[in-house]
């Protein structure tokens, strides 16, 4: 609209959303059901985000019995919150994903310390520290390690916003459906010591509260949508304070080539928002350690607990990443495969 140019019709109506919702079930984990004929599902905690799932295929083919594992996305293990990811166990192929199939992650702990120093640091100087933060499973971590670090008195009490609905809604569903968390964090909701409910943390739906906070000097943690700044409240938070050196924006997560959030880590001089030239005086602080997502070993360890396989599939991973993936695998004398678009393979 501000380029001028024709709106774009939306993909699908809210009418049409409503009528999809109403054909939502839900399944538990470990809970075996039919898709289709002779082909039954199983889901498993993939340890990724709340309620993510690898998924067991078991197909009746004629005489043969095929047993095929879909891990994509799989999650990492002794992440807060989360339950370790289950291992399917007599499966025959696997496809898994590849997205950090060529990296290995920093210890979660590490990402405790970067945060509390990042926000001591900035708090001294009396700035503003920016989280652009996905709005599902991230933002939720982020709010978990800040309530240990303040109840630990490892980091001032200043004023912390969640500025965004959606993930304001999503940390309700979060509270609600506590017992899929891990036992620590199960224990302590057991306990009413509810890891997102903080005395300084406030969650925010109007707008214009969230423009507020641009007139609102005091040191002070603003963690908003969307996680590469593309979107979102963390755009105008973005737009007010990114020329301020005293304030500081905390990547926490994965930012794609050509955005903005990857225009940020990469520190250029200027960068665009709404526009209009910004100058990226703030500072920039990348946390690695919060992803979500299973790193090389991660990957290697899970793929060997599921053996013996007749095959396995690497999908979910630029090609550099699938490719280092593959080389380990084969070097471990297993069937790897690099699948192609169109290719089709049979499974016997």
Do not use: W
């Amino acid at each position: 609209k501000r380029l001028g140019l024709p709106l774009r019709k939306p993909l699908y109506t809210r009418k049409e959303a409503g009528k999809v919702i109403r054909r939502f079930r839900s399944i538990y984990y470990g809970h075996k059901f039919c898709v289709a004929k002779d082909i039954f599902a199983t889901l498993y905690d993939a340890g990724h985000i709340l309620g993510s799932s690898i998924i067991v295929l078991d197909i009746k083919d004629g005489p043969k019995d095929i047993r095929l594992g879909y891990a994509v996305d799989l999650g990492r293990k002794n992440l807060p919150l989360l339950n370790d990811p289950v291992v399917p166990q007599n499966l025959d192929y696997l496809i898994i994903e590849s997205t950090y199939g060529g990296r290995f992650h920093r210890p979660i702990k590490e990402a405790r310390s970067q945060l509390q120093e990042a926000i001591q640091r900035t708090v001294e100087r009396k700035g503003k520290i920016l989280i652009p933060s996905f709005t599902l499973e991230r933002t939720q971590e982020v709010i978990y390690f800040l309530n240990e670090l303040l109840k630990e008195k490892l980091i001032p009490t200043v004023p912390i916003y969640v500025d965004s609905p959606l993930a304001t809604d999503i940390t309700e569903v979060f509270k609600y459906h506590s017992d899929y968390f891990d036992e620590e964090t199960r224990s302590a909701f057991k306990r009413q010591d509810n890891p997102f409910e903080l005395l300084n943390l406030r969650y925010i739906r109007d707008q214009k509260v969230s423009k507020s906070l641009n007139n609102d000097k005091r040191p002070m943690i603003i963690i908003a949508g969307s996680g590469m700044c593309e979107s979102g409240r963390i755009l105008h938070h973005l737009k007010n304070n990114i020329e301020d050196s005293r304030n500081t924006i905390l990547v926490v997560g994965y930012m794609a080539q050509d955005t903005l959030g990857k225009r940020i880590v990469d520190k250029q001089r200027f960068v665009r928002i709404f526009g209009v030239e910004y100058e990226l005086n703030a500072q920039v602080v990348v946390i690695n350690a919060f992803s979500g997502h299973a790193d090389q070993s991660e990957l290697v360890d899970f793929v060997c607990s599921c053996l013996p396989l007749k095959s396995i599939f690497l999908v979910h991973g630029d090609i550099d990443q699938s490719q280092a993936l593959y080389e380990v695998l084969k070097q471990k004398g297993l069937n790897v495969i690099l699948p192609v678009p169109d290719e089709e393979v049979l499974l016997d």
